[in-house]
């Protein structure tokens, strides 16, 4: 009996020792300290990489540093002291994008003869889209061992946008009853070539580009603006000085809106009362959507970054 209480007090003894352990051999800390800042990735391409050492697959791909999520948010850490730490997301995109596609030139006579080419126009689309996220909280850590438990709040904020604008190379031109002034057909196929409407090729997936004789020459989405607030508990191991693979998860409220959209038409016709053709332009408004939830990690909608997701940090 003596033994055995001799051995189980040798084990809790020897199992303090090396929980107390805090630092290398090398004497590197384990352990974030105050002044330390932090950065996070995705830890599932890393721990993929190692476990296809022990599975059947064919290929086993090197590791990406990979965003938390497909907004791409930045997420960081600075260590007030060895127990609080201030966090932060930040998304900030901006992106842009062209299609630039001949047609024919519809104000001149095709020209046959071999090798001249037809007089040729170009339509072009532009495409833009714009987000920005930021999110800030606060982080409270428990442990004495490795292995670190935090909890916390965060507050969060996201923006975005997208504008579509199209210029076309033939300009509408009224129905005159001169057979010399040109009269280009809203309806043409090659009017919306690259840009979708009808079954041209190219379509960048807008449809309703074409509505009886008017066309699209903008359209932009009404913004949409999110935030909420989320509660969040968590853990980390640090397998190596500064460097740890953890998660967390949270439960929070959020509530988005998205404004009214805006498309503009140009188009030719007679209006009411008058005796001709004219060109004119028109903006149509859409309608405005809001959303509200409240639940279980990210139910708190895209005002944040990492939730619930696996994670390794490096501390610096």
């Not at 009269?183 to 009017?191: E, F, H, M, S």
């Not at 979708?196 to 997936?205: F, K, Y």
């Amino acid at each position: 009996m003596k033994k055995s209480i001799a051995l189980v007090a040798m084990a809790f003894g020897v199992t303090s020792a090396f929980a107390q352990d805090l630092t290398s051999k090398k004497g590197e800390p384990f352990l974030p300290e105050a002044g330390d800042y932090a950065v996070s990735v995705d830890a599932t391409p890393f721990l993929q990489y190692v476990g296809n050492f022990f599975g059947k697959t064919s290929t086993n791909f090197a590791p990406t540093w990979n965003f938390f999520t497909q907004n791409q948010t930045i997420t960081g850490k600075y260590f007030k002291d060895a127990n609080n730490a201030y966090r932060a997301s930040v998304n900030l995109g901006f992106a842009s994008a062209s299609v630039k596609n001949q047609v024919a030139d519809r104000t001149v006579p095709a020209v046959n003869a071999y090798p001249t080419a037809d007089p040729m126009q170009e339509n072009v689309w532009k495409n833009s889209t714009s987000s920005i996220g930021l999110s800030v909280g606060l982080e409270k850590r428990k442990g004495k061992t490795r292995l670190q438990g935090f909890y916390g709040a965060d507050a969060g904020i996201w923006f975005s946008s997208t504008k579509n604008k199209f210029t076309y190379g033939n300009g509408l031109v009224a129905t005159s009853t001169s057979t010399a002034a040109p009269i280009v057909d809203v309806t043409a196929a090659d009017q919306f070539a690259g840009f979708g409407g009808g079954a041209n090729v190219g379509n960048p997936g807008i449809t309703g580009m074409t509505s009886s004789n008017a066309r699209m020459t903008e359209m932009k989405s009404g913004a949409t603006i999110s935030f909420g607030v989320r509660a969040f508990i968590g853990a980390e191991y640090f397998v190596a000085p500064k460097i740890s693979i953890g998660g967390e998860f949270g439960w929070g409220i959020g509530y988005s809106m998205t404004g009214k959209s805006k498309t503009t038409w140009e188009s030719f016709g007679a209006a009411a009362g008058a005796t001709s053709d004219s060109v004119g332009e028109t903006t149509i408004e859409g309608g405005k959507s809001s959303s509200f939830s409240l639940g279980t990690d990210n139910k708190s909608g895209a005002a944040f970054g990492p939730t619930g997701t696996l994670r390794l940090g490096f501390h610096f």
